[in-house]
């Protein structure tokens, strides 16, 4: 295939997903977005496999990035921790969307999938963004509130984005990246907090006139950690802007926060249905070897506990892969795996999108296998989960609103801890 023209051999966004890839128009044309599954949300059954001749289910990896340019925006990167690399630059959420509903803190960048529907001339870059608060005790809250019914002011400390732009815009080309480190975006993005290096710096430092702030908070933070000095140099490094932070290394970026979460990059391979654990590095499984045999023993036995037998079934599905850290579902036609049968939503606890009316359908999940590359040791206090689902529109909607907001379904180990 000559440079210039799109590489994607298979033309489905599944394997947009996974490769990164943009198609040619002219594929893009035959394109067809795979029916949803109108019982996603069904409590029954949700334990069953995938039937034959459906889409696998995709699975997500971290690694390191290969280059320092590896997670650059126009690359259409799919992260983990860090900070985001924003597909829209410029328009960026602003006001209570960027905060923690219980705490009002910033939301700290968990990870972003990108994950195109080929189909709409609309969602040719389609990116999903997912923050969190760091807080264990937002996280209860979180749960708490999440089965109030759909309230008329919903309070989250764990927040889902959607961006889409169309193949033709101003701010990439229409062209495939080339991903050699030579791709250039074709306008800048708005400047970020210099702490955090996520959200709009709104806030500008009144000494210096240069470092920005989306909070106060993290102004405060940034002044206690060094500013109030550095502030005072003749000459300051200009602050990062949504189109340098994430092309630099991290060593080298110009944020002050050293409580981000580490950042890599997040790669995908189809889930094979019939692969047996083979895997022998049971530091980073979620069960150890002895604690497999007993969860054969449990799925062996039709009167264990709801609870009890969908752990055990959740954990010998993920021990196939151990390391995976996210499930796209999407074109999979399956269900998410829930570790716990009695935290699971029904049909009614999704709220349709707020933007067009339309139902939601699950996309992806997220495991709680993350929180050890991140590094969160296991406290009492720590920052855990069993699984973070995320739902979106069905229709992928249009909106005036740039980053529209989505919802995720959190359950915690912590309400059957005692029985499991």
Same mark, same amino acid.
């Given at each position: ?16 997903? #996974? ?14 977005d795979?029916?949803m ?22 699975l997500g ?19 983990a ?11 960026l ?11 009002a803190?910033?939301l ?25 608060c760091?807080s264990m005790?937002?996280l ?8 109030? #019914? ?11 984005f959607?961006c889409q732009l ?10 495939p ?6 791709? #250039?975006r ?5 400047i ?19 470092? #920005?702030?989306?909070s106060?908070? &993290? ?7 060094? &500013? ?10 200009p ?13 080298t970026?110009?944020?002050?926060s ?9 790669v ?19 069960v ?11 799925l062996?036995t ?5 609870d ?9 599905r993920?021990?196939? +892969?151990?390391?995976?850290? *996210?499930?796209?579902?999407? *074109? ?11 935290g ?7 709220p349709r ?13 997220v ?15 720590? *920052?855990?989960?069993a ?7 069905e ?7 740039v980053?529209?907001e +989505?919802?995720?379904w ?11």
């Open positions: 295939m000559s440079e210039g023209e799109y590489d994607n051999s298979s033309g489905d966004p599944s394997e947009k997903l #996974r490769t990164l890839k943009i198609t040619s128009l002219d594929e893009e044309e035959d394109e067809e795979a029916p599954v109108d019982d996603v949300y069904e409590e029954e059954d949700d334990d069953e496999e995938e039937e034959e001749g459906e889409e696998p289910v995709s990896f971290v690694e390191s990035p290969k280059h320092s340019w590896s997670l650059s925006r126009e690359l259409f990167p799919s992260v921790g860090g900070t985001p690399a924003w597909l829209d630059p410029t328009n959420p602003s006001g209570r969307s960027c905060l923690c509903d219980f705490c803190q910033p700290q960048f968990l990870l972003q999938v990108y994950a195109p529907l080929l189909h709409k001339e609309s969602t040719f870059h389609r990116t999903l963004f997912v923050f969190i760091p005790s937002c209860l809250k979180d749960q708490h509130d999440q089965w109030k #019914r759909q309230p008329e002011k919903a309070f989250r400390s764990v927040k889902v959607r169309p193949r033709f815009n101003s701010f990439y080309s229409s062209e990246p080339r991903h050699d480190g030579s791709d #250039r074709t306008r800048n993005g708005a970020l907090c210099s702490w955090c290096g996520t959200w709009r710096g709104d806030k500008i430092c009144s000494n210096c006139r240069i470092a #920005r702030y989306c106060e908070k &993290h102004q405060t933070a940034h002044w206690r950690s060094g &500013h109030k000095i550095e502030c005072r140099q003749p000459y300051m490094a602050v990062a802007s949504a189109s340098t932070i994430s092309d630099l290394p991290a060593e970026q110009k944020v002050a050293n409580h981000l979460w580490p950042q890599f990059e997040i995908n391979e189809d889930e094979c249905r019939d692969k047996k654990s083979e895997y022998d590095g049971f530091d980073k499984s979620l150890s070897q002895s604690q497999m045999d007993e969860v054969k023993s449990l062996d039709f009167e264990v506990g709801g009890k037998r969908s752990w055990a079934a959740f954990q010998e993920i021990s196939r +892969e151990p390391e995976q850290v *996210l499930r796209y579902y999407r *074109l999979a036609k399956t269900k998410p795996l829930w570790p716990i049968s009695s699971r939503p029904s049909k009614m606890d999704i999108c707020n933007y067009c009316g339309g139902p939601r359908a699950c996309e992806f999940q495991l709680p296998q993350l929180l050890y590359y991140f590094g969160i040791e296991n406290h009492a206090d720590s *920052l855990d989960w699984t973070i689902v995320v739902y979106t529109c229709a992928s909607c249009e909106n005036r609103v980053y529209k +989505e919802f995720a959190v359950q915690l180990l912590s309400q059957s801890a005692a029985t499991l």
